[in-house]
C-alpha cells in the first residue's frame, strides 16, 4: 500500500486512497499541499513556533487523561460505581451497558495513546515529510479531535470500545502526527538553534496537560448534574475547542525556501563540529545505521527510567515520608482516613511540582544542548541523573524532604530534556531532509519505554512488598535498577560517532527525494535571502504567541496552586 519509486500509486493503493485533496494527493494544488506553505520574503520565523505550540498544547491532553478516570468508573451510578459481576471480564467490558467501567480498564485508552503515538510517527513520517507540516496538522487535528467527539458517543451509548477506538486508535494516530508535524520544520527555521526550536514545540505536549487538565474539571463540575458525570459534554467542549486552535495551528505553519539561511548566519564548516553533519540520510536507511540504534537506546533508557518515576511519584512520596508529610509522626500504614486525605493532598503537589520542573527542562535544556553540544548533554543526563537517583535511598531514610524532592525535580527536567534534545541530535547526525520522518521511527523508543519503565517499578515495588520490606524502603532497589538503566545509556551515547558517508544520499538521490517533497522553490524564487522579519508586522508575532501563552500561563496558575499544597 506504498507509492512506488516513481511516486505514482499501486492500483490496490488507490483503491483505499482518499479522493480529497486533504490527504495525500501527490500533484493537487491545494491549500494543504507543501507547496503552498513555502515562505515568502520577510516573512518572520518567529511564527512557526506558536502553530506548534497550538498543536502541541491540545495533543498534550494525553498526560491529563486520567482525570476522567473517576467520573467515568461512576457513568452509570453517579455517586458510586454499579460494579460487574465476576463474570464479566475485559473484553465484556467493551461492551457492557448494565455496569460502570474499572479504572484500571479506562487505563488502557492512555496505554493505546503513546503506543500508536510511537506506531504513527513511525510509519506516517515519510508521507509527512513528502507532504508538508500543514496537512499533518490538519490530519491530526481531525484525528485528535474526531477520536474524542467518538468517545463521547461512546459515553453516551456506554460502549467502551468506541472509546477505544476513538480516543485510544483514532486519536492515538493524531497523537503521533501532531507530535512531529513541526519537528522537520521548525530544525529548518532554527538552524542556528535547533536544540531551542524545538524545545519550544515539545515543552507545549508537557504543557498540554496543565492546560486541559484544570480545564477538565472545571467543564465537569459545570455538566455534572443528578443523573450525569458530565463527560461527555466535556468531551464534546474540548473537542471542538481543540480543534479550532490545532486548525489554527496547522494553518499556520510555513516552510522555509530552498537555501533559506537566517539574516546574518553562516552555517560553521564542517570541520567545526564533526557531529553536526551537512549531508542527509533516508528514513529508509535508518533501520541499519549503528547510531540510529544508539540512540534510540539512549532515549529508551532516558524515559524509562523517568517515566517509572511519574507514574509512582504520589504513592512514593506517601509511603516513603508517610506522616511526616503533615507534621505527624506516623508511618504510612499508621496513618487514619483524614490523615491518609491530609497527605495525599500533599503528593498532589508534589506531582504538579515534578510537571512544571518536566515542562521547563524541555525548553531549558534543548536551549542549553545547542550550546553545550547534544552528546554532552546527554552525558550529564545520565552521570547527574545517575547520582541522583542513588541519592535518592540516603534522603530518604534521612528524612531529608528538600533533598528527596529536590533530586525528583531535576530528574525530572533531564526526563523532559531528553524528549526535546534527540530531535536535534538526530538532525546533527542524520541530517534535516527527512529529520522528521527519522524522529517517528525513533519514538518506537518511547513506546518501548512505556511499558519497561512502569513495570520495574511498579513489579519491584510488589516484590519488595512481597518480602515483608517496610513500605517507606520499597523503593531503594528500584533506585538502583534505574542507576543501571542510566548507565547503560550512557556507553550508548559516548558510543555514538559521526554517521559514515555510505549511508548519506547521493546529490541525484537527494534532488529526486526533494522532488517528491515539493521542495521546488529556491531562494532567488521567493526572495528568501530577505531578512527574516522584514514584512510580518511584530503585532501578529505578538499576537501569535499570546494566543498560545495566555492558556499556558492559566494552566501554570492553576498547578502553582496545587504546589502551594506541597509547600504548605
Not at 512506488?4 to 483503491?15: A, C, E, I, V
Not at 533501520?287 to 537506546?297: A, D, E, R
Not at 508517610?322 to 496513618?335: M, Q, S, T, W
Not at 556507553?491 to 549511508?503: E, F, G, Q, S, T
Request: glycine share 14%.
Amino acid at each position: 500500500l506504498t507509492p512506488s519509486h516513481h511516486g505514482q500509486h499501486s492500483p490496490l493503493f488507490s483503491l483505499f486512497h482518499f479522493d480529497s485533496h486533504l490527504f495525500m494527493a501527490e500533484n493537487s494544488s491545494s491549500l494543504l499541499d507543501r507547496s503552498r506553505t513555502v515562505a515568502g520574503p520577510g516573512y518572520n520565523r518567529w511564527l512557526v513556533p506558536p502553530a506548534a505550540l497550538a498543536i502541541h498544547l491540545c495533543i498534550g491532553m494525553a498526560y491529563g487523561f486520567s482525570v476522567f478516570w473517576l467520573p467515568l468508573s461512576k457513568a452509570l451510578g453517579i455517586k458510586e460505581p454499579v460494579k460487574c459481576g465476576p463474570e464479566v471480564g475485559f473484553f465484556q467490558e467493551l461492551f457492557t451497558t448494565t455496569c460502570d467501567w474499572k479504572i484500571a480498564t479506562l487505563g488502557w485508552m492512555y496505554t493505546l495513546f503513546f503506543v500508536f503515538l510511537g506506531g504513527s510517527a513511525a510509519v506516517w513520517g515519510g508521507w509527512l515529510e513528502r507532504s508538508g507540516p500543514r496537512k499533518a496538522g490538519v490530519v491530526s487535528a481531525i484525528c485528535w479531535c474526531g477520536g474524542m467527539l467518538l468517545s463521547a458517543l461512546g459515553i453516551y451509548l456506554h460502549q467502551f470500545w468506541l472509546m477505544i477506538l476513538g480516543s485510544g486508535i483514532i486519536g492515538g494516530i493524531g497523537l503521533g502526527l501532531g507530535y512531529i508535524s513541526p519537528v522537520s520544520t521548525l530544525i529548518k527555521w532554527f538552524p542556528d538553534r535547533r536544540g531551542m526550536a524545538t524545545g519550544m514545540a515539545i515543552m507545549g505536549f508537557g504543557g498540554g496537560a496543565l492546560i486541559g487538565s484544570p480545564l477538565a474539571a472545571e467543564l465537569m463540575k459545570r455538566f455534572s448534574s443528578p443523573t450525569d458525570v458530565g463527560v461527555m459534554a466535556t468531551f464534546i467542549v474540548m473537542a471542538l475547542a481543540y480543534f479550532v486552535f490545532m486548525m489554527g495551528g496547522a494553518l499556520g505553519y510555513r516552510v522555509p525556501a530552498t537555501g533559506w539561511k537566517p539574516a546574518g548566519w553562516t552555517p560553521p564548516p564542517p570541520a567545526a563540529n564533526a557531529m553536526i553533519t551537512p549531508h542527509h540520510v533516508h528514513v529508509k536507511k535508518v533501520w541499519g545505521i549503528p547510531q540510529f540504534w544508539l540512540v534510540w537506546m539512549v532515549l529508551c533508557m532516558n524515559v524509562s527510567a523517568g517515566i517509572g518515576v511519574i507514574g509512582m511519584a504520589s504513592p512514593m512520596l506517601q509511603e516513603v515520608f508517610g506522616g511526616n508529610l503533615i507534621g505527624v509522626a506516623k508511618k504510612f500504614g499508621e496513618l487514619d482516613k483524614t490523615q491518609l486525605a491530609g497527605i495525599a493532598g500533599v503528593a498532589a503537589g508534589f506531582t504538579a511540582l515534578l510537571s512544571l520542573f518536566n515542562i521547563g527542562g524541555r525548553f531549558f535544556w534543548a536551549s542549553l544542548s545547542d550550546k553545550l553540544g547534544r552528546k554532552m548533554t546527554y552525558v550529564v543526563f545520565f552521570t547527574l541523573g545517575g547520582l541522583l537517583y542513588a541519592s535518592i535511598p540516603s534522603s530518604a531514610g534521612a528524612g531529608s524532604k528538600l533533598l528527596f524532592v529536590g533530586a525528583f525535580c531535576l530528574i525530572l527536567s533531564m526526563y523532559g530534556g531528553g524528549f526535546a534534545t534527540v530531535p536535534a541530535y538526530l538532525a546533527d547526525l542524520f541530517g534535516t531532509q527527512m529529520v522528521g520522518a527519522i524522529h517517528g521511527r525513533l519514538l518506537t523508543a518511547w513506546a518501548t519505554a512505556g511499558i519497561l519503565g512502569p513495570v520495574v517499578v511498579n513489579y519491584m515495588r510488589e516484590y519488595q512488598l512481597g518480602l515483608g520490606i517496610p513500605r517507606e524502603q520499597v523503593y531503594n532497589q528500584t533506585m538502583y535498577i534505574l542507576v543501571g538503566m542510566l548507565v547503560i545509556g550512557l556507553i550508548c551515547n559516548l558510543l555514538v560517532r559521526p554517521v559514515a558517508d555510505k549511508w548519506f544520499m547521493t546529490a541525484t538521490e537527494l534532488t529526486e527525494e526533494k522532488r517528491l517533497a515539493h521542495d521546488r522553490a529556491s531562494a532567488a524564487e521567493v526572495g528568501a535571502a530577505a531578512s527574516d522579519s522584514g514584512q510580518t508586522s511584530s503585532a501578529m508575532v505578538a499576537l501569535a504567541w499570546l494566543a498560545v501563552g495566555l492558556p499556558l500561563a492559566w494552566g501554570v496558575y492553576k498547578t502553582l496552586l496545587n504546589v502551594g499544597k506541597f509547600f504548605n
